[in-house]
């Protein structure tokens, strides 16, 4: 029992189905890199082209790091059925969007408003910078200010500590 | 000038410690101290009668977003049970992308704490209240605002802690409690 093969394959016809199998996987490998909203939205190409902005810009909020184009979470093809609805019936992006942040917030969108709530989060990476950027120069400052000669005195006692 | 840097290493903790304890998946949702938002859906038991959000105004209700494939949703039932029982607010329910069989098997193998169920397989109605998991439990003021959103299963702690003060403002205020 505990030898015998998962697969149950004669020994000469092995190697030719390994072969197989991995051209079988080869070719399937596609399929993975393929995106999930593969059916076309629109023949317009104007219109697909701003379904998939859309669809690109917003989250899915079950899978919260994925767009809704990115998910096939049943509320990311939720999402996508109302963006193609709302596209269809003559909706402008804004309006879209307007829908969209009424029932789930800004979160839903990748980029969200710049205002009161939003502001620390859009002014984060340049204050982080800033900041990053002032330690640096206090760093640098300080070790210019504590001076070469002083340095070279430490360095000199430090060598005589070691020879004696 | 050299208490700055500990004191930024200070604040930066502070902001972390609060921060990363908070659930990413808990978005807050922006329909609280609005109009509860319209719909009208054919109810669970009766493909036939209608469930309108007109339904639930009068007095505070609660509206819970469940469905058979939520674990959650199996975790919160007894608690929602108990408040069944204990009647001070009456429980609508939505049933989100589920089928009709097996919700309807499910409350009778563990019991119906809902007044009226409204039955959402394409989750249209969901959409509207921004609902994106289950279970999910809304606060509805007698005018029918939105006043309080719960993520995920109910508990008795979550119970006490968000629901009873709001209920009992809403009540001392002049709604009446539902009975």
Redesign the interface.
Known sequence: MRDRPILCLPGARRTAARTLAALLLGLMLPLAAMAIDESVAFEDPALQARYETLTNELRC??C?NQTIADSNA??AQ??RR?TRDMLASGASDSEIKAFM?????D?VLYKPPLKATTLLLWLAPALLLL?GVL?TV?VILGRASQGVDELAVEEAEAARGERT | MRYL?PA?FFLLLVVFFVGLRLN??E?????IGKPA?AFELPTLSDPEANFATGDMLGRPALLNVWATWCAGCRVEHEMLMQLSRAGDVPIFGLNY?DERGPALEWLQALGDPYKTVGYDP??VAS????V??APETFLLAPDGTVVYKHLGPLDPGSWEEEFVPRIREMIASGGSPGR
């Open positions: 909020l079950v919260q049943e509320l939720d999402l109302e942040t009424e029932r789930y917030g979160f900041g330690v206090r | 840097v930024g990413p998946s978005v807050p949702s922006p329909l938002p992308r394409e989750g959409l509207d209240w921004g994106y998991g």
